[in-house]
């Protein structure tokens, strides 16, 4: 039986929390895979060794962390293209053609749907432009962000996923910066043809990275009026402060209440930019329980987590879920 259209799928079951998956990087990362890389979780694909090989030890870990997360309770995962665009291949890369992109990214679809299963809905994830230039965590897209050529940057990676029936829903993750959510929000439906949804890169202070409230954010999307894009699902926030997003979400919902949320913060761990480690959470203020019912609450129809989560923290969520959905 065919996977229904997510949109359609959302609006008939209202009642209805989808269980996102965890942290891919930093659990491929965790089984060993080294993923610190300007390509981040593609490593792995990029070695012909890993399509060739069956039973190759990357194939396995990959296709391990799938099924880890499936058993914890992730009814809905994501493919691992975060730093996949076709800039960061092509730079970083012996990928060098639009051609040989495209293999990759059928590839890594493919491999990603196969690992899970034709039942469970499947996310193609892009990441934003700051991804390349490591300016994600503070939305800083030079002096003249307005003018950056964005559908340029994203046209390859776009291109592929809205043509991939294996693709359920499109994410745009960790966006930063208002100038990149201004224009993904002026791409039409013959752009973004399927149903996808915008995850926010905020700061603990609840403002995006670049200083933008969430009451800048909403009057984007309220000022769209009938030009927004009808297969915008959901926005919400991912990669934030794990003690603090609940709070954000709130405020997002207080400002689009009519608007379907997702949320999947970090684990609480903080990341060390300067010495590339992950610090314990030393004022762990909240838990997965608590944290799950406030986003419900607050209308959020897909929970899951981002950077340091696994699949314990994948099944928290899922209790978490079944204990406070309507």
Known sequence: MPRPNFQQYISAHPDKVLVLDGGQGTEL???????????????????????SDKSSSDRAIVHGMFQDFLRAGAEILMTTTYQTSFKSVGENTP????????????????????????????????????????????????????????YGYFKPQ????????????????????????????????????KPFY?????????????????HDVAQLIRDRGDRLNKNLTLIGINCVSFNHSAGIIEEIHKELPDMPLIAYPNSGEVYDTVKKVWN???????????????????????????????????????????????
């Open 29 to 51: 990362e965790n089984r060993g895979i080294d993923v610190a890389n300007p390509v981040w979780s593609t490593v792995p694909f990029i070695s012909q060794d890993f399509w």
């Open 95 to 150: 990928i060098k053609t639009l051609d040989e992109y495209n293999t990759l990214l059928d590839r890594i679809v493919q491999f990603s749907r196969d690992c899970i299963g034709e039942e469970k809905f499947l996310i193609g994830c892009i990441g934003p432009w700051g991804a390349h230039v490591c300016a994600e965590f503070n939305g800083d897209y030079g002096p003249a962000p307005q003018e950056i050529d964005y």
């Open 158 to 193: 776009l291109d592929n996923f809205f043509a991939n029936d294996n693709l359920d829903l499109v994410g745009f993750e960790t966006i930063p910066n208002i100038h990149e959510l201004r224009a993904i929000l002026s791409w039409d439906e013959s752009i973004l043809s």
């Open 198 to 214: 915008i995850g926010l890169s905020v700061h603990e202070n609840g403002k995006l990275r670049d200083g933008s409230s969430m």
């Open 280 to 326: 314990p959470n030393s004022n762990p203020q909240f838990t997965w329980d608590a944290v799950v019912k406030r986003y419900l609450d607050a209308g959020a129809r897909i929970v899951g987590g981002c950077c340091r989560t696994t699949p314990d923290d994948i099944r928290q969520i899922a209790d978490a879920v079944k204990k406070y959905a309507a």
